[in-house]
């Protein structure tokens, strides 16, 4: 009896989403359809988004309803800069990098401290923290938010450019997964994951979980700010509504549909999540009326996600697979 | 600043205390009891306001409008609980959020589909429309009304929860479920009833902010996000710590509204006041909340637990 191959649907359905990104730009110029690859920019940085909340979220088991926090402080790194007439690429990352860094620290610090329900409302807390700071900041726009002027110049490339920002959030994108891959069974990864699971034998063993709670929490704060870099240029305008809890909602939403703790489980989510907004948005402007309930849905039939009904497949194809080989072997033997 | 400014102030911190206590007392039992996150409360808040509004536009009657919210959130509040919130009871935190948040998209846009995008007004009743004096003060009396109401609800609920059948299993099931279940008392109708109770709480303070505030959709997520600070402020589970910290919530941000743009002038330069002083004023609840986690992660006033 053969071993079955591992490259299933689970794996074959991202990569072919994945080969399907890149071909959006030269699809999208071909058929001058600028509005498509705009489009596709949006998911892209979404999944970057998703992907870094699934380090704390899926990994780390750190239900934080207040990763948009960093997405909008990534924004504004982009946005206060350039309204200072700063527009080098580095500085705006050196920027994200550093605020990320430390806000994710502190806030992680005393969020850690607290676990289940209370971690999820003091995340939120420090979301909305962040929110009436940037509503209030009136000289950056306040409430209205703020139109870029400057948008990034990185490496010679101009991130205000829809297709150079597509091209350079795709390039993030494929190697966020590629280092997710990795660390997701990287030692770090597995302590994190069996912290997830029993913190208590992880201290146990001899290992602080919380701390590396707090540093997956912090390099997925950092990670998220990146993602809102780039949003912030492929809209050329940051806003207080870019970290409004209900994005951080729709992020933790998009993980979980896609499959949470996965590697491309945060891009399938996305594409699910935007895709269907756009399809239900043609039919219905009332498209959350429908998508409310489909997400209580997805809730309630657990959440395994699309990975997992992938690699449900993928089992089912494969246990048949072993039913039919002794099958097929005993009538070679008859033949014989 | 006069005397009888800051009285007035600190009455309208308390009013608005008052009306988070409500919200928070049935949210924090579902937090306590059921360990339930329930986003969808702010829902019902606004849902409790729409019932009010359609009801008195229909009747002009405060009373019919004020019984038409609270039947009204009883009865999405129990079949909320029927058809999806009792199946989540033993599953993570995680899914309570996803199923709430999307009940929450889905009850905003439904009240978009009926009731339209434009806010709904409801009047101060007659009777209450006139002031009061309070200590040299006059103020309105629809708000001392408000007070009245919410520290009498509060008695309501010391009493139901500490004098009552009802309230002595609802603190059993707290602490053991299965034993009080094994025990012969239907678990499942006292979860349904605890939510349909705090679901007609919500109601309550959505018709009591009508007059106050503008009845329109998405008005329960920014009272959601504080209510959910007084709970963890007061610690999970714990009514009468929803009580205290609503007060403390509801006079702190009323209060630092009103006079910390003033206070920091004295401190730093006018132009600097005028930018930090709004900004740090929205932030003062929830810095008031990191700094208690941060001391004390169990909350101030921690439900006691056997």
């Given at each position: 009896?053969?071993?079955?191959?591992?490259?299933?649907?689970?794996?074959?359905?991202?990569?072919f989403?994945?080969?399907?990104?890149?071909?959006?730009?030269?699809?999208?110029?071909?058929?001058?359809?600028?509005?498509?690859?705009?489009?596709?920019?949006?998911?892209?940085?979404?999944?970057?988004?998703?992907?870094?909340?699934?380090?704390?979220?899926?990994?780390?088991?750190?239900?934080?309803?207040?990763?948009?926090?960093?997405?909008?402080?990534?924004?504004?790194?982009?946005?206060?800069?350039?309204?200072?007439?700063?527009?080098?690429?580095?500085?705006?990352?050196?920027?994200?990098?550093?605020?990320?860094?430390?806000?994710?620290?502190?806030?992680?610090?005393?969020?850690?401290?607290?676990?289940?329900?209370?971690?999820?409302?003091?995340?939120?807390?420090?979301?909305?923290?962040?929110?009436f700071?940037?509503?209030?900041?009136?000289?950056?726009?306040?409430?209205?938010?703020?139109?870029?002027?400057?948008?990034?110049?990185?490496?010679g490339?101009?991130?205000?450019?829809?297709?150079?920002?597509?091209?350079?959030?795709?390039?993030?994108?494929?190697?966020?997964?590629l280092?997710?891959?990795?660390?997701?069974?990287?030692?770090?990864?597995?302590?994190?994951?069996?912290?997830?699971e029993?913190?208590?034998?992880?201290?146990?063993?001899?290992?602080?979980?919380?701390?590396?709670?707090?540093?997956?929490?912090?390099?997925?704060?950092?990670?998220?700010?990146?993602?809102?870099?780039?949003?912030?240029?492929?809209?050329?305008?940051?806003?207080?509504?870019?970290?409004?809890?209900?994005?951080?909602?729709?992020?933790?939403?998009?993980?979980?549909?896609?499959?949470?703790?996965?590697?491309?489980?945060?891009?399938?989510?996305?594409?699910?999540?935007?895709?269907?907004?756009?399809?239900?948005?043609?039919?219905?402007?009332?498209?959350m009326?429908?998508?409310?309930?489909?997400?209580?849905?997805v809730?309630?039939?657990?959440?395994?996600?699309?990975?997992?009904?992938?690699?449900?497949?993928?089992?089912?194809?494969?246990?048949?697979?072993?039913?039919?080989?002794?099958?097929?072997?005993?009538?070679?033997?008859?033949?014989? | 600043?006069s005397?009888?400014?800051?009285?007035?102030?600190?009455?309208?911190?308390?009013?608005?205390?008052?009306?988070?206590?409500?919200?928070?007392?049935?949210?924090?039992?579902?937090?306590?009891?059921?360990?339930?996150?329930?986003?969808?409360?702010?829902?019902?808040?606004?849902?409790?306001?729409?019932?009010?509004?359609?009801?008195?536009?229909?009747?002009?009657?405060?009373?019919?409008?004020?019984?038409?919210?609270?039947?009204?959130?009883?009865?999405?509040?129990?079949?909320?609980?029927?058809?999806?919130?009792s199946?989540?009871?033993?599953?993570?935190?995680?899914?309570?959020?996803?199923?709430?948040?999307?009940?929450?998209?889905?009850?905003?846009?439904?009240?978009?589909?009926?009731?339209?995008?434009?806010?709904?007004?409801?009047?101060?009743?007659?009777?209450?429309?006139?002031?009061?004096?309070?200590?040299?003060?006059?103020?309105?009396?629809?708000?001392?009304?408000?007070?009245?109401?919410?520290?009498?609800?509060?008695?309501?609920?010391?009493?139901?929860m500490?004098?009552?059948?009802?309230?002595?299993?609802?603190?059993?099931?707290s602490?053991?479920?299965?034993?009080?279940?094994?025990?012969?008392?239907?678990?499942?109708?006292?979860?349904?009833?605890?939510?349909?109770?705090?679901?007609?709480?919500?109601?309550?303070?959505?018709?009591?902010?009508?007059?106050?505030l503008?009845?329109?959709?998405?008005?329960?997520?920014?009272?959601?996000?504080?209510?959910?600070?007084?709970?963890?402020i007061?610690?999970?589970?714990?009514?009468?710590?929803a009580?205290?910290?609503?007060?403390?919530?509801?006079?702190?941000?009323?209060?630092?509204?009103?006079?910390?743009?003033?206070l920091?002038?004295?401190?730093?330069?006018?132009?600097?006041?005028?930018?930090?002083?709004?900004?740090?004023?929205?932030?003062?609840?929830?810095?008031?909340?990191?700094?208690?986690l941060?001391?004390?992660?169990?909350?101030?006033?921690?439900?006691?637990?056997?």
């Open positions: 009896m053969q071993k079955q191959s591992s490259f299933g649907l689970a794996k074959a359905v991202p990569a989403l994945l080969l399907l990104l890149a071909v959006v730009p030269f699809a999208a110029s071909y058929f001058e359809q600028p509005f498509y690859l705009a489009f596709f920019g949006r998911i892209i940085i979404y999944a970057i988004a998703a992907t870094a909340l699934n380090l704390a979220l899926g990994y780390g088991g750190l239900v934080s309803l207040g990763h948009a926090l960093f997405m909008g402080l990534g924004a504004y790194s982009v946005a206060i800069a350039s309204f200072h007439e700063i527009d080098s690429g580095l500085a705006h990352l050196a920027i994200t990098v550093a605020v990320c860094a430390l806000v994710g620290l502190v806030t992680g610090a005393i969020s850690l401290r607290t676990s289940g329900i209370a971690f999820i409302m003091i995340t939120l807390a420090f979301g909305q923290m962040g929110y700071v940037f509503v209030s900041l009136k000289q950056y726009g306040g409430d209205d938010g703020i139109t870029i002027s400057a948008t990034s110049k990185l490496l490339l101009d991130l205000g450019n829809t297709m150079t920002v597509y091209v350079v959030a795709f390039a993030v994108l494929l190697a966020l997964l280092w997710m891959a990795r660390l997701r069974v990287s030692p770090f990864g597995m302590v994190l994951r069996g912290a997830r029993n913190a208590r034998r992880i201290n146990a063993i001899g290992l602080p979980s919380k701390r590396y709670q707090l540093l997956a929490y912090v390099m997925s704060s950092v990670l998220c700010g990146i993602s809102g870099i780039l949003l912030a240029n492929l809209n050329a305008f940051a806003s207080p509504s870019n970290m409004a809890w209900m994005v951080s909602g729709d992020l933790i939403v998009m993980v979980v549909l896609g499959g949470i703790g996965s590697v491309f489980g945060p891009l399938l989510g996305v594409l699910a999540f935007l895709g269907l907004e756009e399809v239900i948005k043609g039919y219905t402007e009332h498209w009326a429908i998508f409310g309930p489909l997400i209580v849905l809730a309630l039939l657990g959440k395994a996600g699309i990975v997992g009904v992938l690699e449900k497949f993928d089992d089912w194809r494969a246990s048949r697979a072993v039913r039919i080989a002794p099958v097929a072997a005993q009538k070679q033997e008859s033949a014989a | 600043m005397f009888s400014l800051i009285l007035s102030q600190l009455l309208n911190g308390l009013q608005f205390g008052v009306l988070l206590f409500l919200l928070a007392a049935g949210l924090t039992l579902v937090f306590g009891i059921m360990s339930f996150v329930n986003l969808a409360h702010g829902s019902l808040y606004m849902l409790g306001a729409y019932f009010a509004a359609t009801a008195y536009n229909h009747t002009e009657s405060f009373t019919v409008a004020v019984v038409a919210a609270l039947a009204g959130c009883i009865v999405v509040g129990m079949a909320l609980e029927r058809l999806a919130v199946r989540l009871y033993g599953r993570d935190h995680l899914d309570h959020v996803l199923a709430t948040f999307g009940m929450m998209m889905f009850f905003n846009e439904a009240a978009r589909m009926l009731w339209g995008p434009q806010p709904y007004f409801l009047p101060v009743p007659d009777m209450l429309s006139g002031t009061v004096d309070l200590l040299g003060i006059s103020y309105p009396a629809y708000r001392f009304a408000i007070i009245v109401v919410g520290l009498l609800v509060a008695i309501g609920a010391h009493l139901l500490h004098k009552t059948r009802l309230g002595m299993l609802i603190r059993a099931g602490i053991n479920p299965q034993m009080v279940g094994a025990l012969g008392v239907n678990i499942k109708l006292l979860n349904a009833i605890l939510f349909g109770l705090g679901a007609a709480l919500a109601g309550l303070a959505g018709v009591m902010a009508g007059p106050i503008s009845v329109q959709v998405g008005m329960g997520e920014p009272v959601l996000i504080t209510t959910l600070v007084v709970i963890v007061g610690g999970i589970g714990s009514v009468s710590g009580l205290y910290a609503a007060l403390i919530v509801g006079i702190v941000d009323t209060m630092g509204r009103a006079f910390l743009p003033m920091l002038r004295d401190v730093m330069s006018r132009e600097a006041a005028t930018a930090a002083g709004p900004a740090l004023a929205s932030m003062l609840i929830y810095i008031l909340m990191a700094v208690v941060a001391l004390r992660p169990q909350g101030l006033f921690p439900a006691r637990r056997a």
